[in-house]
């Protein structure tokens, strides 16, 4: 496996991967989640690419920048043993050379849930996630439900750049109490993880009542606000049902549906 710091070096390099390649990037601190991308893009391609860049301009000035886990040595390992071909991870300087100065962004998909809780966040997702699709080529590139609505932005751009490769959306890889695998996750404490868990919790008593024919986006969004409440730890940032494509909040839910929620522990 390659590892490769440079964008000359991974283009390079690049040239004589063979076809069709499998692209999937991350922030690092790997982790299952990641990991299941990796290996279904492991069996859909020849070649496989995983980028490791914590790009600062996707961190919004009140986000987690400076105290972002990383640890490239244990990525490295783990990757090797999934059979990827090369891993890119550029330095800050590299990506963004002095005088920089373009801007890639999806405008009204990203005026909604967390962009509207983190404003300017996807203006710098796509804007590395553009760059990277250039640089490494991809016929597929690999995103996960976890971070929905950054899964539909992604395929919004590539649509409407007509950038030429499949974006393929992956489930939420799980703990086997409900926790969604994230690199985030080593900031909680015991406590703080357990109360965590009323996120799932949130999201099973919805698809519960739901299937039982609550339909009524609003009924079902207070059930869930009451069941958080609950919690003295957590509190809500956001609770949304919107439609998958559209991220438009419904009145009665319909597939395909999005139920998402933020909410701070601690
Ligand atoms: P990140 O390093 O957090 O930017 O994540 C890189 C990619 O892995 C993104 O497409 C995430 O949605 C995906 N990912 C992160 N955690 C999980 C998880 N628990 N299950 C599935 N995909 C995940």
Not at 67 to 86: F, Q, W
Not at 144 to 163: E, F, H, R, S, T
Not at 243 to 257: F, G, H, I, S
Request: overall charge negative; aromatic content about 6%; charged content about 25%.
């Amino acid at each position: 496996m390659k590892i490769v710091k440079t964008i000359a070096e991974m283009r390079f390099i690049r040239a004589s991967l063979p076809e069709p390649l499998g692209f999937v990037p991350t922030l690092g601190y790997l982790h299952e989640g990641h990991l299941s991308l990796v290996r279904q893009a492991r069996t859909d391609n020849a070649s496989v690419v995983v980028s490791i860049f914590v790009n600062p301009t996707q961190f919004t000035p009140s986000d987690d920048l400076d105290r972002y886990p990383r640890d490239l040595e244990g990525d490295i390992s783990l990757l090797c043993k999934e059979g990827v071909d090369a891993v890119f991870a550029p330095s800050v300087d590299e990506m963004y050379p002095p005088r920089f100065d373009s801007r890639v962004e999806v405008d009204k998909l990203t005026r909604r849930l967390e962009g509207a809780s983190r404003p300017g966040h996807f203006a710098g997702v796509t804007m590395v996630v553009a760059k990277l699709f250039n640089i490494v080529q991809p016929a597929r590139a690999y995103f996960g439900q976890k971070d929905a609505q950054q899964a539909i932005v992604i395929k919004k751009m590539v649509a409407d750049l007509n950038m030429n490769l499949e974006v393929i959306t992956l489930p939420t890889v799980r703990q086997q109490d409900g926790l969604a695998m994230s690199s985030r996750n080593s900031y909680l404490s015991a406590d703080e993880r357990q109360a965590a868990l009323v996120l799932y919790r949130a999201l099973m008593l919805e698809q519960g009542l739901w299937s039982q024919g609550d339909k009524d986006a609003e009924k079902l969004r207070n059930e869930m606000v009451k069941l958080i409440g609950k919690e003295p730890l957590a509190t809500i940032d956001y609770i949304s049902i919107t439609d998958n494509e559209t991220l438009e909040e419904l009145k009665e839910v319909r597939p395909p549906a999005l139920v998402s929620l933020a909410v701070k522990i601690g």
